[in-house]
């Protein structure tokens, strides 16, 4: 038999929306550029690789052009595949390797619950070409190790905007979270989007690593701990956040397999 691989939509519950990953539960580790290509082969905006260790599992992810240090998406449909093929008893939390350090899942009924370092955001001045790529007035700007994050004046604009992505890869980092308070009568707390062009992935669907961001920003202006956030891309996706101002991030979502197949070819 070849190597399994499954497709997870993730901060979903429904098929088809949420942010899809592939994930790989590997025998063995392989070298990186097989890795490569299978996430290129794939074409999604993460490829996730398992190998287990100890009392965990070893956690990489691949965008289709290049390796990330932090995927939500991809870590919490890791999680759901341990659980749902059985790797690890629902009863277990999962214990991931990574390079941002040791990442703990948690299943919490229907919700699978992250445990991630918190991504603090400075005041920044924009460059010039940030305004022209976003096409948008902007309220603030600020800059962490995952991009920009930018707050706009509205959910329409948040939902509307649609950047130059050219004029985005020119920008010192082409990573760009916009961001918002929602509509009074929304059930959200604040809405956003995410775009990374320099990793390959014009716009990301749903994003865990943007609301390690979005949580510490929100806190300050919402003066209150837990969030229900909706990120606005075409698929849409739900995220529960809960930060209570120290140095992790409890990110929560709903998973859901939409494929199941064989890698043929090593």
């Not at 490829?47 to 965008?63: I, K, M, S």
């Not at 603090?120 to 948008?136: C, F, N, R, Y």
């Not at 956030?229 to 859901?256: E, H, M």
Request: hydrophobic residues 40%.
């Amino acid at each position: 038999m070849g190597q399994i691989i499954t497709q997870v939509d993730a901060f979903n519950n429904t098929p088809f929306a949420g942010n899809p990953a592939a994930i790989c539960v590997l025998p063995t580790p392989q070298d990186e550029r097989w890795m490569q290509n299978v996430a290129q082969e794939m074409n999604l905006s993460e490829t996730a690789f398992l190998v287990r260790q100890d009392d965990g599992f070893n956690l990489r992810w691949f965008t289709p052009t290049v390796e990330v240090p932090l995927c939500g998406h991809a870590t919490l449909a890791s999680a759901h595949v341990l659980w749902s093929e059985g790797h690890l008893s629902v009863n277990e939390a999962a214990r991931f390797y990574t390079k941002s350090g040791v990442l703990i899942a948690k299943l919490q009924g229907e919700w699978i619950e992250l445990d991630f370092p918190v991504n603090h955001s400075q005041a920044t001045v924009a460059p010039q070409e940030l305004k022209a790529a976003l096409g948008v007035p902007y309220k603030s700007v600020f800059l962490n190790s995952l991009g920009y994050l930018v707050e706009l004046a509205s959910e329409d604009l948040v939902r509307q905007i649609q950047p130059n992505f050219q004029i985005l890869k020119t920008l010192p980092t082409s990573e760009i979270i916009v961001t918002s308070l929602t509509n009074p009568d929304s059930e959200y707390d604040f809405v956003s989007r995410f775009f990374a062009p320099g990793l390959g992935v014009d716009e990301d669907p749903v994003t865990g690593a943007a609301h390690c961001c979005l949580a510490p920003f929100w806190r300050d202006r919402l003066h209150k701990d837990e969030f229900l956030a909706y990120q606005a891309s075409s698929r849409g996706g739900v995220v529960k956040v809960y930060y209570d101002g120290g140095d992790r991030v409890f990110l929560s979502g709903q998973a859901v397999t939409v494929m199941r197949g064989e890698l043929i070819t090593a």
